[in-house]
């Protein structure tokens, strides 16, 4: 490894046993970390006070040759002889002096390794001890540590050879990332339209080290298109991708993409970090080795076979093989896919992983290539995580609960006299001066009374623990109130939701510095437009930022986009108006028979439209506030299952509105009434006049821009394939004006939205549907014989028809089941081919296997398919049948 520089790393981490022993250790959300560093820092202030000889935080750093270990000393004493010191707190000094006895325990070893760093700086041992402070009651105890030099230089050398290892493991993984870096490929011989454009945008931004903002609709290939030049940028470069969602079922589009490239022979592996509620094996999510077999001995069931690297090898750790493997080996699933996470080359996980503390890649590092997906949901999802709140309900239904604990009713009381106080002055919605003293009381007294709890309970505790809920509540509000600056307002409200509330207006800065850690960061949507708005939301920096918009792939005579100016649903006018986009509904509809969807600002407009529609024939299907996501699925598969004349009425913004494809005849039309501008709001004022105190449109900021892709989001639900054939009715004056026009896709019009306005609308809609013409398609491999004999019979009988290279644009699994689901006459699959004859056992095979293994070789498919709108008809090549099927 000559040549090669050294591996910098921290005290605490080189004293860690290679590889990790022992049962998982979850502690209290947050609490050891949080009370520990109050009463670290308070410890650190009095000694610089009262011994002037203390120095606190003192750099050190030891040069080993291949590695440097480094970190900050707590405290160290210029005497003679001097002094290194390590503050440790705990909820039970007795208990850690006990376990302080073993020589391998890590803070032994942390405090000599700092000793040994200090003499090998000056040339003298210090005396080396721990100062263990309580976290209940702040009492302290010195221990002296004392070195058994024979037992030291042995375990340091057994570590540094340990770590030889690990680096020596690490260089010969960074070979292997260079050289599939330098030997990947895209995975398709040709490229969709707009999609090689955008692969060398993105090429550019991941060597550039720069930010790029992509708008793009459905069709495009973005997935791949992004991900493959920053994943070749990535192993080139030693790092990993990390591609987020706002969504765990978002992931699946991703990992089909790494299947593919896996498919065309390259040596990649990706891990999906799904929700600890949805890994769990357990009934109850109780994250406690007391409670838990998966936790209890977790590192030396993990790291006593080769399960990471039995991992890895399969390529795809999606939450299904990791809860196989769980199962199998008796290991948590939720932390066996934290554990592969620096081991693979892209990491697929929710926004919370990256953008809330202390969870994923916070290193900085580290310098991971960064792909944010449906970015436009991430600025308000970044206000939410910084704008905690205190609710009196959760204060009184604590007090309920915590019965004889004389520190949480301290804590209670506290809280309960800060309510009386605000709700002296009214209940309504107002701004209020931080309390920033009386919540840090609460705060200190929480941590005082978590800490003397815990050591009660010997440190386990149910994990709806309403001691601990308390302290938690308390210590999450404080943590933020004390960072908080001009772009945050604290609000009181009384009544029935009474609470003391943080509300950031800008999550801007935030996001910034979370996406300062990343080399390169590409943030996608099919609604990031005006882009200098999303630019300044998402945190982007301006000086290295790039925008690209792309229009739709698809034929465009396939879509119909028609602005209705006439109505108007601006909140002064819906009771005039709801008649009126009744009739429009029922209009519209009338000219075809098919499914559509009716997207709404809000559910009250939409009950008021309701009211009047009368659809004849047409089963109307309404979401509701209450509804639960099995409730929703129920009413999506009505569409998935082909049923015919129905119509959803369906609110933008909402769980229908976006992330779902409805391809060919599932949905034949949207009609979006008005933007979806947020509800206006005391919160959503507080934005507005936040932004317009930057000297911003704060109308815009707060209302338009949010509720217009909420807008464009509900009318992609509409043309998802090149066949579909479908129309967006976009019915609201207000589309026409600015600032509205301004977030309009750029292809929806040539020069002006004003192009969209028709004065025969329904004669414009009945013409589209008349032009209507049953589209064929042909799939297959072009240097087929049967294949070229089918699309020669098509063109010598004069029959327009699309033909679809499987090599250069496979279908997705979902297509190929549809396509299994509709083969009641077995006709699908070449039995007398190769590829069948190779395989075992397929009389037991259910349709999931078939299409998995047509996915992964589609020349097990009898060729050509010829499709009708989607469906099925016939396979191979029979010209009498063709007549018969075709020709009718």
Known sequence: MSGQPSKRISVREFVLPIPPKGSLSFGVGGFGATRGQEIHTRIQARKKRTEPDYQSEVPIVGDFGFLQIGGRIDGLYHRKPPCVEEIKTTTSIKRLVAALQDPHHIYRLQVLMYGYLYALENGVWPECRLLLASSYDESQLEIAIEIDTAFFESWLEGQLNCWRDVIAGQAIEQDRRRRVGEGIRFPFKQYRKGQFELCQKVAETALAQRQLMVQAPTGLGKTMAALFPMLQQALLSQRRVIYVTPKNSQHRVVLDAVQMLIHQGHNISATVVSARQKACLKDEVICEPGYCEHARDYYDRLYGGDVISNLINQGVLDLSLLRDTGIQSSLCPYELAKDTTPHVDIVVCDYNYIFTAGLLFHDEETKDLLIVDEAHNLPDRARDYLSPVLRYEQVRETESRIQGNSLASAVVKRLTTLFRHLRQSGDTFRVIDPPIEQIRLCAEEAGKMAAEHLARHSGVVHHEDPVIGLFQIVQTFYAQLDKIDERFRVVYEGGNRERIQIICCDASEFLRQVLKRFQSVVCMSATLKPFKFFEHQLGLEANRTDSLEFG?????????????????????????????????????????????????????????????????????????????????????????????????????????????????????????????????????????????????????????????????????????????????????????????????????????????????????????????????????????????????????????????????????????????????????????????????????????????????????MKRPAILAENKLVITGFDEQQYEKLVLG
């Open 552 to 860: 739709s792939s698809f034929p465009v005579e396939n879509r119909l986009i028609l602005i209705v100016p006439q109505v108007s649903s601006h909140y002064r006018e819906r009771t005039r108006q709801a008649p009126r986009y009744a009739e429009l509904i029922e209009r519209v509809i009338s000219l075809r028979k098919g499914n559509y969807f009716v997207f709404f600002p809000s559910y009250a407009f939409l009950n008021q439209v309701a009211k009047p529609l009368s659809l004849p024939g047409y089963k109307v299907l309404k979401q509701i506030p209450e509804m639960t996501a099995f409730d929703l699925r129920k009413m999506v598969m009505q569409l998935k299952r082909k049923q015919k004349n129905r119509v959803i009425l369906a609110v933008q913004g909402g769980s229908l509105a976006e992330g779902l494809d409805f391809p060919g005849e599932e949905i034949c039309g949207a009609i979006i009434v008005g933007p979806g501008l947020p509800a206006f709001s005391p919160e959503r004022e507080l934005l507005r006049g936040y932004f317009n105190g930057q000297g911003l449109d704060g109308f815009a900021y707060a209302y338009v821009f949010p509720g217009m892709a909420r807008a464009i989001q509900a009318a992609g639900r509409v043309i998802r394939t090149e066949t579909d054939k479908g129309c967006i009715i976009c019915a609201d004056r207000r589309y026409l004006q600015a600032p509205y026009q301004d977030a309009l896709p750029a292809d929806w019009f040539v020069n002006s939205p004003k192009e969209l306005v028709s004065s025969t609308i329904l004669q414009d809609l009945e013409g589209f549907w008349k032009g209507e013409k049953q589209m064929w398609t042909v799939l297959g491999i072009p240097n087929c014989d049967k294949v070229r004999a089918a699309r020669k019979w098509f063109k010598a009988n004069g029959i327009d028809y699309e033909f679809r290279d499987l090599r250069v644009s496979p279908l997705t699994r979902d297509q190929w089941m549809e396509l299994v689901n509709q083969d009641q006459g077995n006709q699908l699959i070449n039995r007398k081919g190769p590829v069948f004859r190779g395989l075992k056992d397929t009389e037991t095979w259910s349709p999931e296997r078939w299409a998995d293994q047509l996915r992964a070789t589609p020349t097990l």
